[in-house]
T-cell receptor, first 113, second 113 residues
Framework: KQEVTQIPAALSVPEGENLVLNCSFT??????LQWFRQDPGKGLTSLLL?????REQTSGRLNASLDKSSGRSTLYIAASQPGDSATYLC????????????FGQGTILTVHP | DTEVTQTPKHLVMGMTNKKSLKCEQH?????MYWYKQKAKKPPELMFV???????INESVPSRFSPECPNSSLLNLHLHALQPEDSALYLC????????????FGEGSRLTVL
């Protein structure tokens, strides 16, 4: 059974810092890995999708990498802003869970001015 | 248009009421999903529809009844719910079942009295 772990559970940084959120998964036979952002009481916003054949994806200040052999993905946020404050969730699809997404518990990010 | 629209945004119901949640997407996606999310937890899969047919039911109690009238619409009928069913209900869609990027709606916040 696929298990996804996110570290740290919470992170507080000053505005302008570059930061890294970590996601690890137990079954390397994934189809893809997706990063989401969730604001309090809202739905999930898709940030980046990395297919199993890809090593990384970039969108603006965000860069996500995937290393299937080590069972890890990282989300890099450059020049963080207070508007980046949210919960970030990673989800892995595939492995023994077939195509179902297995979510991590999330990292709560706070960027203070 | 990468939007999944859910109505209502908020719903309060008694345990004997019958209500419905609605979800709509116009991205041509043929897979639609219902997720349930409790506070500070990741979303949990409830149902998957693929080409308007129920593909997966994650052992959800029968007081939740999904319906997919056409490829753009997904409903969740609610009857005789319990207070512990209070949660954020999220609809999502993807191009095909468990294929590609998953797009979520803003959710319907359900409170059962």
């Amino acid at each position: 059974k696929q298990e996804v772990t996110q570290i740290p559970a919470a992170l507080s940084v000053p505005e302008g810092e570059n930061l890294v959120l970590n996601c690890s998964f137990t079954d390397s036979a994934i189809y893809n890995l997706q990063w989401f952002r969730q604001d309090p009481g809202k739905g999930l916003t898709s940030l980046l999708l990395i297919q199993s054949s890809q090593r990384e994806q970039t969108s603006g200040r965000l860069n996500a990498s995937l290393d299937k052999s080590s069972g890890r993905s990282t989300l890099y946020i450059a020049a963080s802003q207070p508007g980046d404050s949210a919960t970030y969730l990673c989800a892995a699809s595939g492995g023994t869970s077939y195509g179902k997404l297995t979510f991590g518990q999330g990292t709560i990010l706070t960027v203070h001015p | 248009d990468t939007e999944v629209t859910q109505t209502p945004k908020h719903l309060v119901m008694g345990m004997t009421n019958k209500k419905s949640l609605k979800c709509e997407q116009h991205m041509g996606h043929r897979a639609m999903y219902w997720y349930k999310q409790k506070a500070k937890k990741p979303p949990e899969l409830m149902f998957v529809y693929s080409y308007e047919k129920l593909s997966i039911n994650e052992s959800v109690p029968s007081r939740f009844s999904p319906e997919c009238p056409n490829s753009s619409l997904l409903n969740l009928h609610l009857h005789a719910l319990q207070p512990e069913d209070s949660a954020l209900y999220l609809c999502a869609s993807s191009l095909r079942e468990f294929t590609g990027e998953l797009f979520f709606g803003e959710g319907s916040r359900l409170t059962v009295l």
